[in-house]
């Protein structure tokens, strides 16, 4: 990084094309991203006593994320999901951040995370019979099947529910999250009362999640056992049913668990939507996590010691959240002045760390935009620096479920390729959606052939 003064201005658009920038945020925010790494590492996106930086180099997220992360709240996007998601562990800040922490902490300790392979590998096994039932029958969409999935892993795993009946679950969370990317796009300047479909769309969404946030509770402090579970169910309940306040207490288990039932599926479905894309379109590489597959579980469900030996099968997963982070962005508010890599970053700043973009930084990776494992293979990868790849963030807020979910993408790909092999639709054009997390708009229409 070239040095510069302490009280310099990172360069950025101007004029014509500083309303392009806005036009952008609304419409296509990762073109924004992409257009303001040409700018340079460090970049003033938006005009304003505060603005709006965005920093695109390793040294830049390790400061923010790690090194001075006090100084840095959760920012724009996320600020606007609270609406939504309440003081839950993705929105909250300081002591209860903390204390929120220690609560689901222990959910996803190692020991436990493995004792929940067996159910990982049913919900794989499963999936692949209900896709095995579409061979022949023309194209269907794998992005509900995998978003059912990821909700069947959550529910067994985390909560100790079945979930399979709460069928609205994916339309509210998508109603949430066209809301809260609304509301950034728009810098919240949209009254929340105006009866525009989309608040009212949103309206429901919140309503159907707090009813089903009742649901579990009353249902699992009926059936017993919360008092001494290790689910994350039966620990917020011990948590917080004596704050003093019943109300105050319904609400942090509300914010917890909705939280949970979005981060706890929405990245991981968002993961294999990519990661099936991707072998779609390298039959060769689908073919060699094919062989991986046959090779270590022959005809036999994964196991939690097979994900030391399906090596190939994990680069794969690795790579695919290179090319499309399910995190794509991390935003940032300031507290107080600050210098990044030179620049002066007022307080109240809104601070962009971008993973698709730093993913994709030319100085950082060879051909960047090329599908490559190998990039992941044991030696490379213990080359690669800390902050050059962010796919479960960086520093304190470390996603916290991260081995779970790459546990289950890593047997859901190894058994889908071992028998299945499924083709997108001839003619239909895959668009990343970057809402809270990257997203494949339309869905993924697939066609399914039996390979055993």
Same mark, same amino acid.
């Given at each position: 990084?070239?040095?510069?003064?302490?009280?310099?201005? %990172?360069?950025?658009?101007?004029?014509?094309?500083?309303?392009?920038?806005?036009?952008?945020?609304?419409?296509?925010?990762?073109?924004?991203?992409?257009?303001?790494?040409?700018?340079? *590492? !460090?970049?003033?996106?938006?005009?304003?006593?505060?603005?709006?930086?965005?920093?695109?180099?390793?040294?830049? $997220?390790?400061?923010?994320?790690? *090194?001075?992360?006090?100084?840095?709240?959760?920012?724009?996007?996320?600020?606007?999901?609270?609406? $939504?998601?309440?003081?839950? @562990?993705?929105?909250?800040?300081? =002591?209860?951040?903390?204390?929120?922490?220690?609560?689901?902490?222990? +959910?996803?300790? /190692?020991?436990?995370?493995?004792?929940?392979?067996?159910?990982?590998?049913?919900? /794989?096994?499963?999936?692949?019979?209900?896709?095995?039932?579409?061979?022949?029958?023309?194209?269907? *969409?794998?992005?509900?099947?995998?978003?059912?999935?990821?909700?069947?892993?959550?529910?067994?795993?985390?909560?100790?529910?079945?979930?399979?009946?709460?069928?609205?679950?994916?339309?509210?969370?998508?109603?949430?999250?066209?809301?809260?990317?609304?509301?950034?796009?728009?810098?919240?300047?949209?009254?929340?009362?105006?009866?525009?479909?989309?608040?009212?769309?949103?309206?429901?969404?919140?309503?159907?999640?707090? /009813?089903?946030?009742?649901?579990?509770?009353?249902?699992?402090?009926?059936?017993?056992?919360?008092?001494?579970?290790?689910?994350?169910?039966? =620990?917020?309940? =011990?948590?917080?049913?004596?704050?003093?306040?019943?109300?105050?207490?319904?609400?942090?288990?509300?914010?917890?668990?909705?939280?949970?039932?979005?981060?706890?599926?929405?990245?991981?479905?968002?993961?294999?939507?990519?990661?099936?894309?991707?072998?779609?379109?390298? %039959?060769?590489?689908?073919?060699?996590?094919?062989?991986?597959?046959?090779?270590?579980?022959?005809?036999?469900?994964?196991?939690?010691?097979?994900?030391?030996?399906?090596?190939?099968?994990?680069?794969?997963?690795?790579?695919?959240?290179? @090319?499309?982070?399910?995190?794509?962005?991390?935003?940032?508010?300031?507290?107080?002045?600050?210098?990044?890599?030179?620049?002066?970053?007022?307080?109240? !700043?809104?601070?962009?760390?971008?993973?698709?973009?730093?993913?994709?930084?030319? /100085? @950082?990776?060879?051909?960047?935009? =090329?599908?490559?494992?190998?990039?992941? !293979?044991?030696?490379?990868?213990?080359?690669?620096?800390?902050?050059?790849?962010?796919?479960?963030?960086?520093? %304190?807020?470390?996603? +916290?479920?991260?081995?779970?979910?790459?546990?289950?993408?890593?047997?859901?790909?190894?058994?889908?390729?071992?028998?299945?092999?499924?083709?997108?639709?001839?003619?239909?054009?895959?668009?990343?959606?970057?809402?809270?997390?990257?997203?494949?708009?339309?869905?993924? %229409?697939?066609?399914?052939?039996?390979?055993?």
């Amino acid at each position: 990084m070239t040095a510069v003064a302490r009280t310099a201005v %990172p360069p950025g658009p101007s004029g014509p094309a500083l309303l392009g920038v806005l036009w952008k945020l609304g419409r296509d925010r990762l073109g924004l991203m992409s257009s303001a790494a040409s700018y340079g *590492d !460090a970049v003033r996106l938006a005009p304003g006593r505060r603005g709006l930086y965005f920093f695109n180099h390793p040294e830049h $997220a390790k400061h923010v994320l790690a *090194d001075n992360s006090e100084n840095y709240h959760k920012g724009i996007g996320l600020a606007q999901a609270r609406r $939504a998601l309440g003081d839950g @562990l993705l929105t909250s800040e300081g =002591r209860l951040w903390r204390d929120q922490r220690a609560v689901i902490k222990p +959910v996803f300790r /190692a020991r436990r995370v493995a004792e929940q392979a067996p159910a990982v590998a049913a919900e /794989a096994m499963l999936l692949v019979e209900r896709l095995r039932a579409y061979a022949g029958r023309g194209p269907v *969409d794998v992005v509900p099947e995998l978003t059912a999935l990821t909700l069947g892993v959550l529910g067994r795993t985390l909560l100790d529910v079945d979930l399979s009946g709460f069928t609205s679950l994916g339309h509210s969370f998508e109603a949430m999250q066209d809301q809260a990317m609304f509301e950034m796009a728009s810098l919240g300047t949209v009254p929340h009362a105006l009866p525009l479909p989309r608040q009212r769309r949103f309206r429901r969404a919140r309503r159907d999640l707090d /009813a089903v946030v009742g649901r579990l509770v009353a249902e699992r402090r009926m059936r017993g056992g919360w008092r001494d579970g290790e689910d994350a169910l039966s =620990r917020l309940i =011990r948590a917080y049913e004596d704050l003093g306040d019943p109300q105050a207490g319904r609400r942090r288990i509300r914010d917890e668990l909705v939280t949970l039932l979005l981060a706890g599926h929405e990245t991981t479905a968002s993961t294999l939507g990519w990661t099936l894309h991707l072998l779609d379109r390298h %039959p060769e590489v689908r073919d060699r996590v094919a062989a991986e597959a046959r090779e270590v579980l022959d005809d036999r469900a994964p196991e939690y010691e097979d994900l030391a030996r399906l090596t190939y099968t994990s680069m794969v997963v690795a790579e695919a959240m290179r @090319l499309y982070p399910p995190v794509w962005m991390l935003s940032r508010k300031a507290q107080a002045p600050d210098v990044i890599g030179g620049y002066r970053v007022p307080a109240g !700043a809104d601070v962009l760390i971008c993973p698709y973009t730093l993913h994709r930084h030319p /100085a @950082l990776w060879r051909d960047p935009d =090329r599908f490559d494992p190998q990039r992941f !293979a044991p030696e490379a990868r213990a080359q690669l620096s800390r902050y050059v790849y962010l796919p479960f963030g960086a520093g %304190p807020r470390f996603c +916290v479920g991260n081995q779970l979910g790459l546990m289950e993408a890593v047997f859901v790909v190894a058994a889908v390729c071992r028998d299945l092999r499924l083709s997108t639709r001839p003619g239909h054009r895959v668009v990343p959606e970057p809402m809270l997390s990257l997203r494949i708009r339309g869905g993924l %229409p697939v066609l399914v052939q039996p390979v055993r």
